[in-house]
């Protein structure tokens, strides 16, 4: 049973690397490897977690002509733990993860809003939730709420 308290939230950091392919003007389904590192002090303890993620994911443009808004949605499996300074006994997660995000983008070398060829750059602010499941009864769940700044590269043909 973990009785680790968990109560003040972690900051921290992360990358993701998604790579995947076009199918509609408003459907693009892909590949996501993410990982995410976080660190809390309370009082003189130190805590750390780290996650890792495979997730597939599809991603949604409502308004293909209109708005650059991405809505994405992605599952897989992911792992991680959390660790405390001076507690050894701390088992992990290892189940299925899920993802949800919400991004603008802006595609700077576009003479338009919305690219309208293949190639270039595009860069945008992204919120999104990334959550492990409990593997089992008494294990912990990771919740990873983020906001980043995403930058992509697409490719012509």
């Known amino acids: 049973m973990n ?16 790579f ?21 002090t309370e009082g003189s303890a130190r805590q750390t977690i780290t ?3 495979l ?30 300074q001076g507690v050894s006994a701390r088992s992990g997660m290892f189940s299925s993860m899920f993802g949800i995000a919400i991004r603008h983008e802006w595609f700077p070398g576009a003479a338009k809003h919305r690219a309208t060829r293949g190639g270039g750059f595009g860069v ?13 009864a008494g294990r912990p769940m990771g919740n990873t709420i983020y906001f980043a700044i995403a930058g992509n590269f697409y490719f012509g043909y």
């Open 55 to 84: 997730l597939l994911d599809a991603t949604f443009v409502p308004m293909p002509r209109r708005s650059n808004l991405t809505l994405r949605g992605s599952f897989g499996i992911g792992g991680g733990s959390v660790r405390r």
């Open 124 to 136: 945008g602010p992204e919120l999104g939730w990334l959550g492990v499941t409990p593997p089992a």
């Open 3 to 18: 009785t680790l308290r968990t109560d003040d939230p972690f900051g921290g950091f992360g990358a993701s690397l998604r």
């Open 20 to 40: 995947g392919q076009t199918i509609f003007p408003w459907l693009a389904l892909g590949l996501q490897l993410t990982g995410i590192a976080g660190l809390q």
């Open 51 to 53: 996650q890792i993620g």
